[in-house]
């Protein structure tokens, strides 16, 4: 596919997003110094339509098409390496049981407190304060579930699953901005999910046809960062299995994981960990009770 198609077939997607999501806050020099979006597609880019404000040395455009615009194209951009980064515990040899020393930062002033949630989905005893706004404690994953036909239970996965696989195949992974991402009957519409779109809209067929579906978000274990990440939950019998079919078609039809290994009704344990909610939201807390975003990083694996 030459250059100009790719730019068309992103431009497409964009024009499904309605214009009064969009914030044109980026300047020409910034998509080039952070998005490595130069003069040259910048303005390949803005003769196919791309969306902008002003004019001149004024021109302004919106952050997410700008990043969409960098993931059709693979340049290598930061929303393209966070995406090559995701598929790194697909990778493996073999995923196994992990405990994870990991410390977590707020970004706020002030002494911060430990969120309930998260203290109740890390290691019993260690969570610790190592500065005003900083926690280190140990996450333990699973990965004795990671492949359903280990204990023969592959085919009531795959039934459980069965109404969603066709649907996360139809998907476009696209970013979409934070107000659609919950909203399904959106999804459903433009065939555009990131991966909490994805996760919303999959429930909701699930749900639709009687399946035992629910959402789960928390980290996907990538790297020394983990990425913040939503994915489904199979009930089997008194279980909860993690399963991601949306992410794992998306990661192989880019070519980042294989699609043989990571059939899309595989389980996903041991590659996330689970918080219930955004972590940025729900690690810690302010004086005042309000969420506060945090920065998170894995300090040691150990077996």
Same mark, same amino acid.
């Given at each position: ?24 806050? /980026? !300047? +020409?020099?910034?998509? $080039?110094?952070?998005?490595?979006? &130069?003069? %040259?597609?910048?303005?390949?880019? #803005? ?93 333990? /994953? !699973? +990965?004795?579930?990671? $492949?359903?036909?280990?204990?023969? &239970?592959? %085919?009531?996965?795959?039934?459980? #699953? ?142």
């Amino acid at each position: 596919m030459s250059r100009e198609q790719a730019v068309k077939d992103v431009l497409e997607r964009a024009g499904r997003i309605p214009h009064r999501w969009r914030r044109f806050t /980026v !300047s +020409a020099d910034t998509a $080039a110094r952070v998005h490595r979006i &130069d003069e %040259a597609l910048l303005g390949e880019a #803005l003769d196919l339509g791309l969306a902008h404000e002003g004019g001149g040395a004024d021109r302004r455009f919106d952050d997410l098409d700008l990043k969409n615009l960098g993931l059709g194209l693979r340049i290598p951009s930061p929303a393209w390496l966070q995406v090559r980064l995701s598929a790194q515990p697909f990778n493996a040899a073999e995923v196994r049981d992990a405990t994870y020393r990991t410390r977590f930062q707020g970004r706020a002033p002030g002494v911060l407190e430990p969120s309930p949630r998260l203290a109740s989905a890390v290691v019993a005893g260690t969570l610790r304060r190592m500065g005003p706004d900083v926690f280190e404690a140990d996450l333990q /994953v !699973s +990965a004795g579930e990671n $492949a359903p036909d280990a204990d023969g &239970d592959a %085919a009531d996965c795959a039934r459980e #699953l069965g109404p969603v696989l066709p649907e996360a195949a139809r998907l476009e992974y696209y970013l979409v901005p934070d107000g659609l991402r919950g909203d399904a009957g959106f999804v459903a519409e433009t065939r555009l999910a990131d991966c909490r779109a994805g996760t919303s809209y999959l429930v909701r067929v699930a749900a639709d046809a009687g399946a035992a579906v629910r959402p789960a978000t928390g980290l996907l274990l990538a790297g020394a960062f983990p990425l913040p990440h939503a994915w489904l939950e199979v009930r089997r019998g008194d279980r909860w299995l993690p399963a991601d079919p949306y992410y794992l078609v998306t990661m192989a039809g880019y070519g980042l994981l294989d699609g043989e290994r990571w059939p899309p009704h595989r389980s996903v344990a041991g590659t996330v960990w689970k918080l219930c909610g955004p972590h940025e939201d729900l690690c810690f807390l302010a004086g005042d009770g309000g969420p506060v975003k945090t920065s998170v990083r894995i300090l040691r694996r150990s077996p």
